[in-house]
């Protein structure tokens, strides 16, 4: 069944101690995950409908702003909360340091909060206030790309072999990933039938391609029995699992037509697996630390 | 200011945890529990926040090569453990907040009032070296008795080795002295003995250790990587796994919006 691996048996450890330590992060870092990504992937989607500059679709652009927004608070706000001193947590910004994805990510996320935040207090009444408004969702929404998946870049720019070694792919999952819980997060909500038709084909697109990207995945650890292992096996590798089937589950209610109550369904299922495959990524990670056979 | 480093040469180690013990005491780290380990003369176990110098103690049934034994095959090697002060650290690398620096020695050092304890260096060393308090928060490690060096003094635990095992010095100086002792161990019949870290060209992963190692079995045995890589020096396939999805999220927004174009005048 396994790949032809050396016998990993015959690689000499420490009394089985591990070589790497293990993350001190808590469950705030894995939830900023799933949050931050949705942020990130509905400020692209609200600056590119506000570029279409359609009158029907300023409903939606003004709700992904406030959506981004929010997300980027309660993301923020989470972060910090894992912070070991987070009195300090202004120091993210005192250097800008492009090797760190966790530098670049404070900057993503401080300056595309300030924007996204500026784009949805703004009153969009007067022309002047509304145009810098615009201006400011746009920037948003450029921001919102590397937001939606830059923790991906994170976790792989790490020595923690599991996330390591799907630097490949890891990124796209959660970029991709982002764009489904986006749309999950979407069709839970009330909205207008063109914007139901937007939204269906975003989470398509979305679901699709992080089923796409899970499969690369799981081929690129594959290479090593050590390194795949905790996506396969404990808590990690039952919420990869469940995360999975819930993805297909919610790809195939969406594509199931016109009910709005498989819709509503869909969303649900496509949330939690959303959520579940953050929580798996990252408790992989712990398992994979504490794997001495894992590290070359 | 010259590059300063250690050389640990662990075929002199007696495993008499001096090293560990004048650590803890200059640097007044608290004590991590009386814990029995059970593993060879371990107790300490790991390098961690509070522990900047371990002793490894390995009991293997091999001898050494130019070891007579009289009841069977048995050698114990033993290591004092550091913080390697990468070339290329992959904490320093990773840090947020510039609270990990570039000393005027060239050591890696981390300024406990700049740490927020964000824990990406934790995760971002290839040794499993640094980690974060649990009472303060802060992420901490060897210093390279950064006070102490300012003052023109040794580490703490280069001064207390009895045997000279810890060695610090300039890191040109130390190298000669290691590859002379590797040459001279290789003529006395111990032909396993090998410098690890000492230099780009075999570790290129660090681009080489300022604390570096005289080692006479596999890393691994010593708890070591054997291809230890800063993290950073791998993630740029990560980057543009990012870059390709993100055009790839561009697009689909453009497809979910463009594309609803024939209703649009409702």
């Given at each position: 069944m396994n790949p032809v691996v050396p016998d990993e048996?015959?690689?000499?450890?420490?009394?089985?101690?591990?070589?790497?330590?293990?993350?001190?992060?808590?469950?705030?870092?894995?939830?900023?995950?799933?949050?931050?990504?949705?942020?990130?992937?509905?400020?692209?989607?609200?600056?590119?409908?506000?570029?279409?500059?359609?009158?029907?679709?300023?409903?939606?652009?003004?709700?992904?702003?406030?959506?981004?927004?929010?997300?980027?608070?309660?993301?923020?706000?989470?972060?910090?909360?894992?912070?070991?001193?987070p009195s300090r947590f202004l120091n993210m910004l005192r250097v800008f340091r492009p090797l760190s994805p966790l530098s670049m990510g404070s900057w993503v996320l401080a300056v595309g909060g300030a924007l996204s935040g500026l784009a949805s207090i703004l009153p969009q009444k007067h022309r002047s206030t509304r145009s810098l408004s615009d201006v400011s969702g746009l920037a948003a929404g450029a921001l919102g790309i590397p937001l939606a998946g830059y923790t991906g870049v994170l976790l792989a720019n790490s020595a923690i072999p599991v996330w390591q070694g799907a630097r490949h792919s890891l990124p796209a999952l959660f970029v991709s990933s982002s764009v489904a819980s986006c749309a999950s997060l979407f069709e839970m909500m009330e909205l207008s039938p063109r914007e139901q038709r937007i939204v269906h084909r975003f989470g398509v697109i979305g679901k699709t391609a992080e089923l796409i990207c899970i499969t690369a995945m799981e081929r690129q650890l594959s290479e090593r029995e050590a390194v795949v292992k905790p996506l396969r096996n404990g808590v990690a590798g039952a919420l990869w699992t469940v995360s999975k089937v819930l993805t297909v589950a919610s790809l195939a209610l969406t594509l199931m037509p016109g009910q709005s109550k498989a819709r509503r369904t869909a969303g649900v299922l496509g949330t939690i697996a959303g959520i579940g495959l953050r929580f798996a990524v990252f408790q992989a990670g712990f398992a994979s630390s504490r794997n001495p056979k894992a590290v070359v | 200011m010259p590059q300063k480093g250690f050389f640990t040469d662990t075929t002199i180690c007696i495993g008499c945890k001096a090293c560990e013990v004048a650590c803890k005491e200059w640097n007044q780290l608290p004590d991590d529990g009386f814990v029995f380990s059970g593993l060879s003369y371990d107790n300490t176990v790991e390098l961690g926040a509070s522990t900047w110098r371990h002793v490894a103690f390995i009991e293997r049934p091999v001898a050494l090569g130019n070891q007579e034994t009289a009841l069977g095959n048995f050698s114990w090697l033993m290591m004092s453990d550091v913080c390697k002060h990468c070339t290329r650290a992959g904490c320093l690398e990773s840090c947020p907040t510039g609270a990990i620096v570039r000393t005027e020695f060239d050591s890696v050092f981390v300024q406990p009032d700049v740490c927020n304890g964000c824990g990406y260096c934790v995760v971002s060393c290839p040794f499993g070296v640094i980690d974060r308090r649990a009472d303060d928060g802060l992420a901490w490690k060897c210093t390279l008795c950064y006070d102490r060096l300012k003052d023109d003094l040794e580490p703490a635990c280069a001064k207390a080795c009895p045997t000279d095992s810890i060695k610090f010095g300039d890191l040109i100086e130390l190298r000669l002295m290691a590859e002379k002792r590797v040459e001279e161990l290789h003529e006395r019949g111990l032909t396993e003995a090998y410098l690890y870290g000492a230099d780009p060209a075999t570790q290129p992963g660090t681009e080489g250790l300022n604390a570096f190692f005289l080692l006479v079995d596999k890393p691994e045995v010593y708890n070591l990587p054997s291809d230890p890589v800063a993290p950073a020096k791998r993630s740029g396939a990560a980057w543009a796994s990012l870059a390709v999805a993100g055009v790839g999220l561009v697009a689909a927004a453009v497809a979910a919006i463009w594309s609803d174009d024939e209703s649009s005048g409702s």
């Open positions: 048996n015959a690689v000499a450890t420490y009394y089985g101690r591990p070589v790497l330590k293990q993350p001190v992060w808590i469950w705030t870092v894995p939830a900023y995950f799933y949050v931050g990504g949705i942020s990130g992937a509905v400020l692209v989607l609200g600056a590119v409908a506000q570029i279409k500059r359609d009158p029907g679709l300023r409903p939606l652009v003004i709700a992904a702003r406030r959506l981004g927004f929010i997300g980027q608070a309660v993301g923020s706000v989470l972060l910090i909360a894992d912070l070991g001193k | -």
